[in-house]
């Protein structure tokens, strides 16, 4: 990482575990000092977004709760007192800086949506081009925990690769990636860059530390598997440390940088899309010739080389695409529905012949060999 002074769109994500005091409520002062800086990358010329956890904290005391709620209606009910709250609080305080602040709302079903995941992108775009922070949040009140994001962090890093940051830095209470768990060794070593998520690096990841956060360091590192594919050097470094953001940005800031060795292998809009927010909706099952091509990023392959399809979906679906031993290939979108493709699986040799120069375009693969899609996602 170098530092340089090109004006960057810095994508901010903050832990509930910074926004609360030591009791769970939301704390004025750390709002206050995290705005304060926020300002500052402004007043540089950055744009900035903001994903903001603390929806629920700053809320279910008032609900009533002495801690923060295990039920999801509770949380959802606390979330509806905490997110009002919790803008109100930014807005006012991005004002006294002379910024205004908007907030923009998000579930999962918003992101599989290719058109509203577009649209989403339109509106933050505007608001970034005009000065204006977007303050990002998951809709939990209205979100049920099948169809969550669940945490914040894998939101914050699809939210940097929609709107095309030059940076993701996420907050939390922790100054950066350590080789095992602080909390349960504290002979822990701090890992200054990470090049390459590997099993060894997500074997590193602990449980949340707090009784306030959700996500953890597992979510954090999944948030940069995704910011690290979609060519966005990230950072992880601990919130309320002087200067962190602006230190972060230019690069100096104690903490781990993550960014990918070969800066070229990183998925356009379309394919992140694809490989994190769609859900497949049918599978095709390929011969040996079939997968060669793909893997020589051919991008098709004859119809003889459908073996198998599953599922209803229609030409321009996102299908799996598996090999005849059942090893997943990757994600891509078929120019053929599954009723023509079943036919072409159906046919004889002989039959094969007149359809020779068929050919099953694969738009948008994202191979899984190139790139660590996420389990879950
Ligand atoms: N390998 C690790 N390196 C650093 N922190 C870790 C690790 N494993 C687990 N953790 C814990 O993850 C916590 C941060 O996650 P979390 O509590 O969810 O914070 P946030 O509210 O910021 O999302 C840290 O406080 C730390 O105790
Ligand atoms: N959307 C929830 C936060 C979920 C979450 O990821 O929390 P955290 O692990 O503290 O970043 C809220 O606003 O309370």
Redesign the pocket.
Known sequence: MSADNKKKRVVIKI????LTSLHGEMSRRKLERLVDEVARLKDDGHEVLLVS?GAVAAGYRKLGCLTRPDSLPEKQAAAAIGQGLLIEAYSDLFISHGYVASQILITRSDFSDENRYNNARNTINVLLERGIIPIVNENDTVTIDRLKFGDN?TLSAKVAGLVDADQLII????D????????KNPN?KLLKEVNEITEDIEE???????S??????RS?IDAFKISMASGIPSFLGKSGTPNIIYDAVQASAKGTYFELEDQNVNLDLKQQWIAFNSGPEGEITIDGIGKDRILQHKKNLKAAGIYSVKGEFKSGAVVRIQDIDGEEIGLGVVNYNSEELTEFSNLTKEELKEFKDAVVEIEALVCHMEVPIPVGV
């Open positions: 832990g509930s575990s910074s956890s962090d907050l939390s209470d922790i950066g990636l350590y080789d095992s768990d602080p909390r822990a590193m990841a602990g449980e949340p530390g707090s306030v956060g959700t996500g953890g360091m954090k």
